[in-house]
């Protein structure tokens, strides 16, 4: 990753932007102190690290808009951020940038059963939600393993799913309005409580833009009910194929399940060595099934997928008989990252999604890969829809290691796009994949988006150098190529 | 109307859009012109048609994604997946009823005006279904955004963009959907004799429920069946048998009419194609409240005719007074069905705050600089 020239001026006027930052949202919110500026180097992706220039840290909308109107005018650049939890990179600070920390704007704004939406600020916690509605039975769907702590800001810029996304979607299908604080500090209103509006899908492209269009300052987001029943289903499989031709069969019957996740063994093996949640270790591939739903519904649905299982040669098929062994049968899955991190020093987690029809492709080149660098891999997979978390174990102590696990890396990302697949499913592209982009998407492509990026932030200030793999000014994307003068084709047919 | 330009491939597509910036011809873009009445007037002085860019690319049922042109017939499309027992689960509408049109139209029209029926409330609207495009933007290029899977997140979702916008910044060469099973049962019940407060109530009720109703309107007196709440179950048949004695007994004391399954889709047909106010002529609005609001909206309107659709958070409406147009305290308002005249002058869509509508004119201007597809189709100016 080649990392954007750093602008000397404004590192030179570090002090003076400090002064007035303070002048904007007041001393006890801007960071200037290195020891502590350094909390911030880094996001999930913990192999890139910058010390920011400034930190700053408002407390309210207003504060927001101060401190993006100040950068605006000073032409310093602004990278948001929640709670630092990417996976790609998306909140890496700028050496010559204003880290905004958006983790002040913590209160949930408003509570609405009647019409089924929570209302809240951008730095309220995505398990929050949840909390703040689970009393009287509802619960907000997106459920990304980092829940505890990562934002619904970061969620709505990384467009971030979990394993039940499958029946409920990802937060674009969970939002009903934000509020967008745009680099000049003006706002704009979004949808809201009645809904997605009218006029551009605006909210639909912020969703997933990764903090490159604007700072969410509130967001109204869906609640559902909590479904009567749920119930989950532990099935063992002794070739990865098989797992996958009856995750096809599942769907292929008709049934939709709220989450549908497999694990290879070596997953297994370090879930299970981490949760203690009664894996079997003698498959080589485990599929959680839940099924959630009417209480009905539920029973002929998992009777349905039992039958489907059993004729897909599964090696065992176990199902959760009330809700705290349903817990444990996601204990190990849930867990899987943090386990992987006990089998080996390092890991370095992908997230591209596939056709599902070409996982036993896609593994099988994976275990090649696997031997031609010499690095181990795990493999989570949220099954149902396709998107693949291979973990890739290296041992950043050993040199060129940490290189050989992002080549790897790079090569699974391009093999994914080879089948028909994406680069990135949940976690985004940020500095990560951003020089793969060309993989999926030709010049004029890329140029569209960025054209995008200019009508929200022409000078190109906020959260510069993530997504796209080179930076065009705004003007030179602007101009229009006509050849000159051609007549409006008289030899095409008409009617 | 000026010449009409048809095209059969994005190659060409890319071809006529190229040659229409060189002498500044602006297009108005249609697939069978199904719902050229939706929106304002494009002030356009050619037609561009994708009527007969109709291949279908795949349609894999067992991967939930079908991939067609934008000249595919909708009819065609619910053929092709009611065969693999599955669904375009927006329902997208059909207007032909409302318009006089003759058929339903296009793929390529129903996802450029992103419109979407009952389940909207439930399953999603018509952007929760659209995986990825292929377009030929205003400056003749071809691009792509999205893809075939169901999850992605690389690069901004221009597909969600293109969805709804109109065909005001790209000419839709190829859409990728992602489809659904179909229910292999459905029920529908009405609850009648109700009035709209005690309508609503019910419909807000069955919203909290866990029983996963995924059709919720109201019909007062007077429209359709008339004074009654409908509530849609779908799923496995003993399962919505069982959801259905639940229900009842949540409604006891009420007057239930059960709609089996031939019933029950005509009356959501119905509902999604508002037939019940087609009749008249006057024209027709359509108001996305937050259900908590939609009684007060009605009254406040006080209209010759509507009703409720997704939980009581859609209102289709028809004034007393022709020129009148409804507001809402909260929410947004389109003019759906009305003389071109009116629909040049009065505003179709919702209107938009200053700083909105600049850069509403800035994305249309990355994606169209010279305005030339489907001009004043949405706004006047751009
Ligand atoms: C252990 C672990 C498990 C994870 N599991 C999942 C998972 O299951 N599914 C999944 O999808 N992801 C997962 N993630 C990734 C990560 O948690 C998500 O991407 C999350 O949404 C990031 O939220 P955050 O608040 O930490 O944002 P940050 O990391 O702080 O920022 C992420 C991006 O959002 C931007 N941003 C943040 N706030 C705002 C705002 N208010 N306005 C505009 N832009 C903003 C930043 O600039 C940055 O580009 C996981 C991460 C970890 C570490």
């Not at chain 1, 920011?52 to 927001?64: I, M, Q, S």
């Not at chain 1, 978390?389 to 102590?397: T, V």
């Not at chain 2, 990728?176 to 009405?190: Q, S």
């Amino acid at each position: 990753m080649k990392a954007l020239p750093v602008e000397q001026k404004v590192v030179d006027a570090a002090d003076e932007l400090r002064r007035l930052l303070v002048e904007c949202i007041g001393e006890d919110n801007v960071v200037a102190e290195e020891a502590e500026r350094r909390a911030y180097e880094s996001d999930g992706l913990t192999a890139y690290r910058q010390t920011p220039l400034l930190v700053a840290l408002p407390e309210t909308e207003d504060d927001v808009c101060a401190v993006l109107r100040l950068c605006h005018e000073r032409g310093v650049k602004v990278v948001p951020r929640g709670a630092g939890t990417s996976l790609s990179g998306g909140a890496l600070p700028l050496a010559d940038g204003v880290l905004l920390g958006l983790s002040k704007l913590g209160r949930i704004v408003d509570v609405d059963y009647e019409n089924r939406c929570v209302v809240a600020q951008p730095g309220v916690t995505n398990l929050a939600i949840t909390h703040a509605v689970q009393d009287r039975g509802f619960y907000y769907a997106p459920d990304p393993s980092s829940q505890i702590a990562c934002t619904i800001g970061g969620n709505i810029a990384e467009n971030s799913g979990g394993v039940h996304c499958l029946k409920y979607g990802l937060t674009t299908n969970n939002l009903l309005g934000l509020r967008l604080a745009l680099m000049t500090g003006e706002t704009i209103d979004l949808g809201g409580k009645h809904g997605i509006d009218g006029a551009y899908d605006l909210i639909g492209v912020v969703t997933g833009s990764e903090g490159l269009l604007g700072v969410v300052t509130e967001a109204t987001v869906r609640i559902l009910p909590k479904p009567e029943t749920a119930q989950a289903m532990l099935v063992g499989f002794m070739t990865a194929e098989a797992a996958g031709e009856c995750v096809a069969r599942v769907i292929g019957a008709g049934i939709i399940p709220a989450g549908m996740e497999m694990m290879d063994k070596l997953a297994i093996e370090a879930s299970e060595n981490f949760a203690r949640c009664g894996y079997p270790l003698d498959v080589e591939a485990l599929l959680i099934i839940e099924l959630d739903g009417p209480a009905g519904d539920v029973t002929e649905s998992i009777r349905n997928v039992s039958n489907i299982a059993k004729s897909c040669a599964a090696a065992s098929v176990r199902v959760s008989s009330c809700d705290r062994e349903r817990d444990a049968f996601w204990a190990g899955r849930k867990a899987a990252f943090p386990a992987t991190g006990q089998i080996a020093p390092d890991y370095y987690c992908m997230d591209g999604t596939i056709p599902r029809k070409e996982l036993p492709r896609v593994l099988s080149r994976l275990s090649d890969l696997s031997s031609q660098y010499g690095l181990r891999v795990a493999n989570v997979f949220h099954a149902g829809d396709g998107n693949l978390h291979p973990l890739i174990l290296y041992d950043a102590n050993n040199p060129g290691d940490l290189e050989k696990a992002e080549r790897f890396g790079a090569d699974i990302l391009k093999f994914c796009v080879e089948v028909g697949g994406v680069l990135t499913g949940e976690h985004g592209v940020g500095v990560e994949k951003r020089d793969l982009m060309s993989e999926m998407f030709n010049e004029t492509d890329l140029a569209q988006q960025q054209r995008l990026k200019c009508a929200f932030d022409p000078g190109g200030r906020l959260n510069p150098g993530k997504m796209f793999p080179t930076l065009h000014r705004c003007a030179e994307l602007g101009r229009v190529h006509v050849h000159g003068g051609k007549l409006f084709r008289p030899d095409l047919p008409r009617f | 109307m000026g010449p009409v330009y048809s095209t059969r491939s994005a190659a060409e597509t890319a071809d006529i859009v190229k040659s229409a910036l060189a002498d500044r011809t602006t297009l108005d873009v249609q697939g069978t012109g199904a719902k050229q009445p939706l929106g304002r007037p494009a002030a356009a002085n050619a037609v561009l048609t994708l009527s007969h860019m109709n291949g279908v690319m795949f349609y894999e049922p067992e991967e939930l994604v079908l991939s067609v042109e934008p000249g595919v017939l909708l009819d065609d499309i619910e053929q092709m997946l009611s065969e693999k027992q599955q669904m375009l689960a927006f329902e997208p509408p059909d207007y032909s009823g409302l318009f006089g049109s003759s058929g339903s139209g296009t793929i390529g029209g129903a996802v450029a005006c992103g419109l979407s029926g009952p389940r909207r409330f439930s399953a999603g609207a018509a952007r929760d279904f659209v995986l990825g495009v292929k377009g030929v933007s205003g400056r003749g290029e071809a691009f792509k955004s999205g893809g075939r899977v169901m999850k992605n997140v690389t690069g901004y979702d221009l597909s969600k963009l293109m969805t709804g916008s109109f065909g005001t910044l790209a000419v839709l060469t190829e859409v990728t959907l992602k489809t659904l099973p179909r229910p292999p049962f459905e029920t529908t019940l009405l609850v009648s004799g109700v009035g709209l407060e005690r309508g609503v109530a019910i419909l807000r009720r069955m919203a909290q429920t866990p029983y996963e109703p995924n059709g919720l309107a109201y019909l007062p007196k007077g429209v359709g069946q008339g004074a009654c709440a409908a509530i849609r179950l779908e799923g496995a048949k003993v399962a919505v048998e069982e959801r259905v004695a639940s229900l009842r007994k949540t409604l006891q004391g009420q007057k239930i009419l059960t709609l089996l399954r031939g019933e029950s889709q005509a009356f959501w047909r119905d509902v999604r194609d508002v037939a019940s106010l087609i009749d008249g002529g006057s024209p027709l609005w359509k108001a996305i409240v937050p259900p908590s609001d939609v009684e007060l909206f009605v009254q406040e309107n006080d209209p010759q005719a509507y009703f409720l659709d997704w939980g009581g958070g859609l209102v289709w409406l028809t004034m007393k007074e022709e020129s009148a147009a409804p507001s809402a305290r909260n929410g947004a308002i389109y003019l759906v069905r009305a003389p071109a005249a009116m629909r040049a002058t009065a505003p179709v869509f919702p209107p938009l705050s200053e700083p909105l509508r600049a850069l509403t004119e800035k994305v249309k201007n990355g994606f169209d600089p010279a305005g030339i597809l489907n001009p004043m189709r949405m706004y006047s100016g751009f």
